[in-house]
Structures are given as structure tokens and as C-alpha cells.
């Protein structure tokens, strides 16, 4: 029998807004996404400077950052005000509620606005100076966060989280310490990254981009493709139709880029996430991996997969294939494709078919990746989980569920 959170536990998810290669729309990219959608994937022909690369741009049209803000003006900010205005009505109402000084902001994000210094750069090559609509503090990490503060008016506490690939899955960790410390009655949380030179030509130069269209978990896998976009989720004490059940975090600190070859650190982030939740490995109703279809990522995930759940593992899938690896950003995105599973949206509790060649590698422990239109057995999607793993060993994974849960 599962065993229901403490009050102290009860973080409610009360809205998300969204801005994906996937679309904008709840349902929309819910569709998309369990119709297991590829079409995002795009080729790219100046990103890479050797050759073309897939990456999974947002394609829809992006809100002007307003005039008073304009120092904040880039494309990583757009992207975020595109899924902040999905919030809006929710974050302008708590002001009232609450009072400015007690909405906090906490966001990840790994690029920030990295592109528009790039472009600044190219533009002084060729006349000498930079644009006048350059400010260094465009592709500050914390600009992010501070961003967003300002354009909804708010005095509360607000930071950036950058650890690489987990950055925007650590958030709810710090949101959740804000919110049981009594320093925040909301926190608003997610995450926002945006493609650039600097990013894809660094990850190929660590080997690690796909010569085509990523293939996780096969035997065939040769790296990731690069994806961009932002997802808000706002955060209270209380209850929702989704909660945030629980929230496990571990750095084993193996090496620069690399994991653990036998995922101690990813093991010790699920086991404290479950440990969180008050649940056993068998609650779990299906996982989105982190599935990043480089070599050493996924053997070392189908390892700790395993370990932590038995050789009968819960359904999983990576979501990459569709969105590509929004890295900073990925594990809010991935979160909020939680969300959305467990939503009323998803009446049929249908499940984000793992897109691959189908190749096993036979190295590597067997885990039961979800089919082409495979739903989840009956009562089995509960609970969920989101793993992210990144660089330097920073691990994070996020637990969800139904309120009846």
C-alpha cells in the first residue's frame, strides 16, 4: 500500500506554461508527444561550423521583450517570456495574495544569452565595435532569473541554478526548501536555454553530437542532438491535480563529462527521490530517462535503472528524440511532459513511445522501453519520474503524481 506525503511534502504544481519544439499548447505538445513526433528535428546548416547537425528549434513566433526591459532583449529571454505569459494571471493574482516580497523565481539554464553575444561578436569583426543594443549581462547566467523577477515586478528571493544538463531539475529542490522554510508562499520554477554556436560546436568537439538523428539506447547510438526552449511551472503548499511527490539530488563528482560508469550517483539520486516521496520502486508507473543516446550516459542509466528498480522495470523513454537535448532547460521540459502525462489531458494514460532503431545493445542491462502506442496498465501512471544527469556528476531526479495518489 502506498504511503501518502506528510503535509510537509504537499508541493502542488497549480499552472506550467510552455515553450517547446513541441509547441505551446498543453495538449498540443501532449499529442506530439505520445504520437512519438519527430518533425521538430530540423537541419541546421550554420550552427556546426564543420557541416550540417540536427537540432529541434522553436519555430513559433516569439513575444518582443518590452521597451523598459530592453537591456534584457535576447533570444533566451523570449523564449522565456513566451512561456511566462502562459503564468501571467496566476503570478499577477498571488501579488495580491501573498505581496511581491513573497514569490520567489529560481531557474536553470546553461546558454542564457550566449547567442546574441555571438552575433555581437560577428557584427564587431566586421565594423570594429560592438552593436549599441549589446550588453554583456545579456549572457549572464543570473540575467535569467533576474529577467523574469523584474518583468512580473517581484522582491522575493531569485537565483539561477546552472549545473549543466540537471540545472532545471534542481530547481524544485530549491523551490521546495523556499517553500517549507516560509521564505516563499509560491516559487515559480523552470528552466530556459536557447541553441547557439558556442554549445554545438563544444559538443562536438567532445564527440558527443549525432551524425544524424539521435538513437538512445541502441547499439547504434553516437550522441545527441541539441534542442532549445523554456518551461514554468508555479509552485505552493497545498494540493493540485499534480503534485511534486519527491526530489532526489547526488553529485559522485566521477569525472568532468563523464558519468560513473556504474551510475552510483544516478542510483542515489532515484533511491533518495523515491525515499522522498514516501514510495517503493514499484510505484513508480513510468520513468523519462535522461536517455541522451551517448554511449556512456545510457549504459551507465540502464545500469542504475536496473539496480534501483529490478530486471521488471516500470516503462520508460527518452523524450530526446523529439525535442532534442535542451540541456539546461531539459529538466524542466521533461518535467513538465510529466506533468502533462498525469494530467486530465492525458484521459487515455497513454505513454512517449522510446523513438530508436530498434537495435539492442547487448552490453547493456534490458530495460522495458515503451512501444508505439502503449498505455499504461490500469492505475499504473500515479507516479512518475524525470532523470537528469550532468556533467561533473550532478544528478537529479523528480518524482510527480495524481493528487489521489
Known sequence: MVKRHTMMNRVAITQIGLCTPLGQDPQQVLDRLIAGDTSAMLRSDTLLFEHPTLVAPVTAALPTIPEKL???DCRNNQLLLCAALQIATTVEQAKR???HARIGVVLGTSTSGISKGEAALSYRNQHGYFP???HYFQQELGSTSDFLRQYFELDGPCYTISTACSSSAKVFASA????QANLCDMVIVGGVDSLCQLTVNGFHALESVSKGHCNPFSINRDGINIGEGAALFVLTLGESEVM???IGESSDAHHMSAPHPEGTGAIAAMHAALQDAHIAAKDIGYINLHGTATPKNDAMESRAVVEVFGVNTPPCSSTKPLVGHTLGAAG???AAFCYLLLSAHNHRQALPPHQWDGQVDPQDPSIALVERHQVAAKGALNYVMSNSFAFGGSNAS??????EA
Open 70 to 72: 530592453i537591456q534584457f
Open 332 to 334: 524542466a521540459i521533461e
Open 97 to 99: 495574495d501573498f505581496g
Open 244 to 246: 511534486l511527490a519527491g
Open 132 to 134: 549599441a543594443d549589446y
Open 176 to 179: 521546495k526548501r523556499l517553500l
Open 398 to 403: 523528480l518524482i510527480f503524481c495524481r493528487n
